[in-house]
């Protein structure tokens, strides 16, 4: 991750919301020219991205990109972006949730099935 232009978002003291107006002048992300793996023709210089988290942990990203640099990012638009990814760490949260519950409910079964022989 330390060489992800989202790695600063993974940090635990790091913002909420991360926003790059540009790039190629931010000396933390100097050395990335090609940062998401894309086809090394597509140069990024904008980018903003904000946390996923689920139970308190970090776990990703959702993040939007262009290869023209942005000055400036509405509050509204930096919201609405905080909003999604608060959303996406609602539904990952509640997948999670679901699947604890199955895999406790399928080893009540076995122990179940177990105990009857």
Do not use: W
């Not at 990203?61 to 609602?90: C, G, I, Y």
């Amino acid at each position: 991750r330390t060489s992800s232009v989202d790695a600063r978002a993974m940090f635990p003291d790091a913002p909420e919301v991360i926003f790059i107006p540009d790039i190629s002048d931010d000396e933390t992300c100097e050395r990335q020219r090609n940062p998401f793996g894309l086809d090394e023709s597509i140069i990024l210089r904008f980018y903003c991205g904000a946390v996923i988290s689920v139970d308190g942990f970090r776990v990703g990203v959702l993040s939007v990109a262009d290869t023209k640099p942005r000055s400036e990012m509405s509050l509204n638009d930096r919201q609405n972006l905080f909003d999604l990814a608060a959303a996406v760490s609602n539904l990952v949260r509640e997948r999670r949730q679901r699947h604890l519950r199955f895999r406790k409910e399928r080893a009540n079964l076995m122990l179940g099935l177990n105990h009857n022989l």
